[in-house]
């Protein structure tokens, strides 16, 4: 009822206004006023124009009838006024935000609204700022946690086959076997595979454009993976929003699986514990990627695109799009090719790391160089132009050797920690060979856009490190736990934690270089070591048989005294 009695308040006022002169044209009359706020109680429409003062005209002189007149609706206005908001010199405000001000408080209505919107920045900035500060010391805990091992335990989870490449969103896990089977499991939930797809499962594709077993291309991509340890089975695998399996098979293509959840229900065996079980239903095959040999698969979470690397030298990017409900009965999925790259020489590609954040996607070939793809919004706009490289790094791997044959197997982009003085220069490339050794390139950035700059990606000084020790193998995986930090496994059976920090060159110039330490390893691994992956809170990895290693960093209460060791105490420490 208040809005009303605004409404009828703004309408008196109106009135007030058509009394002070007699009625001319162009101008309402008092009953027509009131006719306006009779008709706005229906339609809203005439109440706004009820509110739209009329334009003002040249006075005229008033006879005494009129000031009578006159007087008298000021009286009746003010008993009015009085009667919805009391005296007039105090603010009332009204419903949707109205307010109705005397007119000796009229002058200071901007003052204060400045005042209190002064306030509100002022609070939301504060907010932001003590934000700010909770993340960068969580993240500094975290930095602290993982530099000194600080491990809450060590737990094994055990397939039905032999592990040959992972993928978690958590507390999912995603493996691919030996003999080509797919298996998810829960990390949280023990040693319990929930779902399994059997590599005889025919989809469609699976027998079109095949790739034989003896086929001259396949055979060498084999040897440029895995040297010689190939244990056979899945060449790569994604796991996408919890709900799609992507797995790259030795025939060529990319199968597609859907894992479905459905309630448990207890099927007399006691064992229902309340928790949903899953199913894992063969899709479909990718259709562009039939026939072609995939030899990489890597899910960018952020913007949600599908990178894939093929052994015919090609770097594809998938956006994906479609109802991901899984109780959905009949779901919807759709791959639109976003954008592709061709790499030098049409070499096998190894390795993909994108970093989004800088529009770079980093690639590491068999023809020993590593690729810097432009991966922009700006790129993904133009759908239909090609992919630009930006750049080509030619690592020295084969640095002090005549006869050796080596190149770059993996790659990752790290972020430099917090206390990186250079905003220009805070991101690097870390590169293992397939010979044991790591190299790292720090990245330039433009000042302006913050994406890698595109004349200079690698700055101006020649600031390419070697990083010591080396592996003694070749170097499968890398990843990065969170700013200053980075993994690395190898098929000598050890997966090592790094910290990276920015220095400034001693030559008496502002060049800043980074260097990179070797701070412990877990050891007991073997050389089927394949995949890696974190997410700053745990640290997951293949490379123990048919076993998945979860090395758990959360803070917790008993952090300091973790439950279980590395599973090798003797080679923890270097």
């Known amino acids: 009822m208040r809005i009303w009695a605004v409404a009828e308040l703004l309408a008196l006022i109106t009135v007030l206004w058509d009394c002070s002169s007699p009625p001319t044209a162009g101008r309402r009359t008092k009953s027509e006023s009131a006719a306006k706020l009779i008709g706005s109680r229906n ?16 006075p005229s002189p008033l006879s005494s009838a009129s000031l009578t007149a006159k007087s008298r609706t000021n009286s009746k206005a003010t008993s009015r006024m009085q009667q919805l908001f009391g005296k007039p010199q105090r603010r009332r405000r009204a419903a949707y935000g109205v307010s109705v001000w005397s007119s000796s408080s009229s002058d200071n209505s901007n003052s204060e609204q400045e005042e209190n ?9 504060n907010e932001l700022i003590a934000r700010r500060g909770e993340l960068l010391r969580e993240e500094q805990e975290r930095y602290e946690r993982w530099a000194s091992c600080k491990l809450r335990q060590t737990s094994a989870l055990p397939f039905g086959d032999w592990v040959r490449r992972i993928d978690v969103n958590y507390p999912l896990v995603v493996a691919g076997s030996a003999t080509g089977n797919v298996f998810v499991a829960n990390l949280e939930g023990g040693s319990e595979v929930v779902a399994a797809s059997s590599s005889s499962a025919v989809q469609p594709g699976d027998t079109a454009n095949s790739i034989p077993p003896d086929d001259p291309l396949l055979q060498k991509t084999l040897r440029l993976l895995y040297g010689s340890y190939d244990g056979g089975g899945t060449l790569a695998i994604a796991l996408v929003r919890k709900t799609y399996v992507f797995d790259a098979t ?3 293509g990319v199968r597609v699986h859907r894992l479905v959840s459905f309630a448990n229900t207890d099927d007399g065996d006691g064992n229902d514990d309340g928790a949903p079980k899953y199913a894992l239903e063969p899709q479909c095959n990718i259709p562009s990627l039939e026939g072609v040999l995939v030899t990489c698969l890597h899910w960018d979470n952020d913007e949600e695109y599908l990178w894939v690397g093929t052994a015919d030298g090609r770097v594809k990017a998938y956006a994906l799009s479609g109802d991901d409900d899984q109780n959905d009965y009949e779901p919807s999925l759709s791959l639109r090719l976003a954008k592709e790259w061709k790499i030098k020489d049409a070499a096998v590609v190894l390795s ?3 970093e989004a954040e800088i529009g770079v996607a980093v690639v590491a070939t068999s023809g020993g160089t590593v690729e810097l793809l432009q991966c922009t919004e700006e790129d993904f706009d133009e759908p239909n132009s090609a992919g630009v490289v930006m750049a080509l790094l030619f690592p020295p791997f084969d640095s002090g050797r005549k006869s050796s044959i080596a190149f770059c197997r993996s790659v990752a982009v790290v972020k430099l920690g917090n206390d990186s003085s250079d905003d220009s220069n805070r991101h690097v490339i870390v590169m293992g060979a397939n010979d044991g050794s790591l190299f790292l390139q720090p990245l330039h950035l433009d000042e302006d856009t913050e994406m890698v700059h595109a004349k200079t990606p690698f700055g101006t000084a020649d600031n390419l490190a070697t990083l010591q020790p ?15 930090l980075w993994v690395s496994g190898a098929q000598d059976g050890r997966v090592r934690v790094w910290r990276i920090e920015q220095q400034k060159s001693n030559n008496n110039t502002d060049e800043q270089y980074a260097e990179s330490e070797c701070l412990y390893e877990f050891g007991g691994y073997k050389v089927w070591v394949g995949s890696l992956w974190t997410d700053g809170t745990r640290l997951v990895s293949d490379g123990a048989d048919n076993t998945v290693i979860m090395h758990d960093f959360s803070s917790s209460s008993s952090a300091d005294s973790p439950t279980t060791s590395a599973p090798d105490e003797e080679e923890e420490n270097l």
Do not use: Y
């Open 43 to 58: 339609h809203s429409s005439m109440l706004v124009q009820a509110f739209l003062p009329p334009l003002p005209v040249a």
């Open 117 to 125: 919107n002064k306030d509100n920045d002022e609070w939301m900035m």
């Open 250 to 252: 030795r025939t060529g």
């Open 352 to 354: 993909i790391a994108v």
């Open 470 to 484: 080396s592996h003694q193998g070749p170097v499968m995986c890398l990843a990065s736990p969170c700013p200053g």
